[in-house]
């Protein structure tokens, strides 16, 4: 059973531009989440969709963005990239929310913004 | 506030040398704890989950415990192999939602 993909692995933006990046979750997992990996702040939760629909958002700023589609995947978009948004965006699966079953995790998108 | 605390933030052991992992936790309504290992330039991949106090779950040289206030990972006669950082994370119900609250992680390194 293949695992979560992330799409694409390696990105390099410049301040200013928008980035989109893509993740399609475990086959049967309806629940997906964002997570942003810094060295300084850890793992820090961006949002989570099901059934298209956003269930939950974390403290991040309204340029961060999200989409769930009827085949469970997802996109997030980030707008108006500052320096500081260079991190690993990791996409985590579930079957659905709430039902206390861990989250499996992609490979994650390392975004570079210069 | 919730909070998950883990220490310490870095470990070498020397291959053979067995050590333990700690997770302290402050949440109010806790679901389960997880614990997961990351590799570098990789997704943390999942090892355990435990929901209730006096919980052990095993899996070759590691073994996951949790209290009320703590889970410990213990890494018995570890390898090379098992050099990673190991993520801890609690799931809490707040606001309606279950949320997953992380750990800084530990970052452990066995040397031959």
Known sequence: ?114 | EDQVTQSPEALRLQEGESSSLNCSYTVSGLRGLFWYRQDPGKGPEFLFTLYSAGEEKEKERLKATLTKKESFLHITAPKPEDSATYLCAVQAFSGGYNKLIFGAGTRLAVHP
């Open chain 1, 1 to 114: 059973k293949a695992g979560v993909t992330q799409t694409p692995r390696y990105l390099i933006k410049t301040r200013g531009q928008q980035v989109t990046l893509s993740c399609s979750p475990i086959s049967g997992h309806r629940s997906v989440s964002w997570y942003q990996q810094t060295p300084g702040q850890g793992l820090q939760f961006l949002f989570e969709y099901f059934s298209e629909t956003q269930r939950n958002k974390g403290n991040f700023p309204g340029r961060f963005s999200g989409r769930q589609f009827s085949n469970s995947r997802s996109e997030m978009n980030v707008s108006t990239l500052e320096l500081g948004d260079s991190a690993l965006y990791l996409c985590a699966s579930s079957l659905v929310p709430d039902n206390n079953s861990p989250l499996h995790f992609g490979n994650g998108t390392r975004l570079t913004v210069t």
